[in-house]
């Protein structure tokens, strides 16, 4: 039977599974499918089983996990030329899970994400790291303080040069802590795909996208506190005054004690005399 849910229905439903039940590329590839209605997301799914399959007849004999890693970053940066995109950061095909299957170009999250699959495919279990500025992966097993950065071909790390990362991107004063390198869950993954999406679309002043950006956080997470202000910003910027008032309201109520709140509140009273005149 066919499924005729919207992508974003669909987003939702495979979210609420358990985490470990939970497929980051067919999630990642509804939040594609909103920008590419006709894209046929078990092409994509198929795509990534052969290349696992391929992986799976290279992996070494004695199944030494760096020796994996190396096997995983020879195939996928060496044999099949992913990169990242230094040229073209912002472009917005680079956040969406098709588009960097078919061009091999990406940003950290996204080739996060390529890498991730793979590894789970051959039953090497990694997670993502949303480490401030960048993102990277690490394995899940026996606990290993290792990282993978796919952005710079998969190059290995360890905590200090991840904390020596950190310090170049945010100074001296910047440290690491412990909730940096924590494995990240599902829905926080998506979200943060989202919020990229939601940036480069409102530096492109593409308002609608922004908008759908933002609303399929709020439908994923309604917790993202800071998007009902976002969202009740653009609202009023474009003159929706109706929509803005309710989520900046929502906004305060959930967030008091903000440190923006006095501007939202003066915004919220723009708002009013507006609405009181004749």
């Known amino acids: 039977m066919t499924n005729t849910a919207l992508p974003s229905q669909r987003l939702y439903q495979e979210l609420q599974q358990p985490t470990e039940r939970v497929s980051l590329a067919r999630a990642a590839l509804y939040l594609a499918q909103e920008d590419s209605p006709h894209l046929v997301v078990d092409d994509y799914l198929a795509m990534l089983d052969r290349m696992a399959e391929t992986l799976r007849q290279r992996l070494p004999a004695d199944g030494y996990p760096l020796k994996i ?73 026996n606990e290993m303080a290792v990282f993978v950065d796919p952005f710079n071909r998969g190059e290995i790390l360890f905590e200090q040069d991840c904390n020596d990362r950190l310090k170049q991107m945010f100074g001296e004063a910047a440290r690491l802590e412990p909730q940096h390198l924590a494995p990240v869950p599902p829905v926080a993954f998506l979200v943060r795909m989202l919020t990229n999406l939601k940036m480069i679309y409102l530096q492109n002043r593409d308002v609608p996208k922004a908008l759908d950006a933002i609303n399929r956080i709020l439908l994923i997470n309604p ?18 005054l109706d929509q803005a008032q309710l989520d900046l309201e929502r906004y305060l109520y959930q967030h008091p004690d903000a440190a923006d709140a006095f501007e939202i509140r003066r915004v919220i009273e723009q708002i009013e005399r507006v609405q009181d005149e004749p």
């Open 69 to 141: 890693i190396r096997t995983i970053n020879e195939y996928l940066f060496n044999d099949l030329n992913f990169r990242g995109n230094s040229v073209d950061y912002y472009d917005p095909r680079n956040s969406f899970l098709n588009e960097v299957l078919e061009r091999r170009v990406g940003i950290p999250i996204t080739l996060s994400l390529v890498y991730l699959e793979l590894a789970n495919r051959i039953g090497f279990p990694m997670a993502g790291v949303s480490m401030p500025g960048h993102f990277l992966v690490r394995p899940t097993v």
């Open 223 to 240: 917790e993202a506190v800071a998007e009902w202000r976002d969202r009740g910003l653009i609202h009023y910027q474009q003159g929706q």
